[in-house]
């Protein structure tokens, strides 16, 4: 098994706070969160071909104050 990398990551804290509380309803820590959305992202464009939006540099519009 390939060793994992490591990448800094740098995230609001109304986004964290938000991912935090979803980890913990599906039982995951926050990096198990972040991973387990990331492998869901890919597999997603895999299964379309589609890539992600152009405007992916444009921060959404969170609803989690």
């Not at 990398?5 to 964290?16: I, N, T, W």
């Not at 938000?18 to 198990?32: I, M, T």
């Not at 405007?55 to 104050?65: G, M, R, S, T």
Request: glycine fraction near 4%; include cysteine.
């Amino acid at each position: 098994m390939a060793a994992k990398k490591q990448v800094p990551l740098r995230l609001s804290e109304s986004l964290y706070n938000a991912l935090a509380q979803w980890a913990e309803d599906d039982f995951r820590s926050v990096n198990g969160q972040i991973e387990y959305l990331l492998t869901e992202c890919v597999k997603q464009r895999k299964k379309d071909g589609k890539y992600v939006s152009k405007q992916i540099d444009v921060p959404p519009e969170l609803d989690i104050h």
